[in-house]
């Protein structure tokens, strides 16, 4: 079983910058292809962003291209989300996924990923 874990979120302004983390636990985590969907009120989850479980390669929606940039550290089974220039319309709740089966690339479809955090509350203030 995979636990994640996330962390991270808040109340900022229009312009502002977060860091959410993404703590894995349990076997083979820093294999996994992990990824970061978020949910607005009264919105279906999307896809924000996802990095390969090997060589690192990210993939971003374009709305979060060139304003955020996941990393990943695998000897801490540690994933991060760095959000720029953060817009109002980037609240949601945020959450951390994780596929054990993809080899190459990393999904933008929820399905695939197997396992799921609970959320971190992004607020952006206009």
């Known amino acids: 079983q995979v636990q994640l874990v996330e962390s991270g979120g808040g109340l900022v302004q229009a312009g502002g910058s977060l860091r959410l983390s993404c703590v894995a636990s349990g076997r083979s985590a820093s294999n996994f292809v992990m990824g970061w969907f978020r949910q607005a009120p009264g919105k279906a989850r999307e896809f924000v962003a996802a990095?390969?479980?090997?060589?690192?390669?990210?993939y971003y929606t374009d709305s979060a291209k060139g304003r955020f940039n996941l990393s990943r550290d695998n000897a801490k089974y540690t994933v991060y989300l760095q959000m720029n220039s953060l817009k109002p319309e980037d609240t949601a709740v945020y959450y951390c996924a994780a596929d054990p089966s993809r080899t190459i690339g990393a999904g933008r479809s929820e399905s695939g990923y197997d396992y799921w955090g609970q959320g971190t509350q992004v607020t952006v203030s206009s």
């Open positions: 990095i390969s479980r090997r060589s690192g390669n990210t």
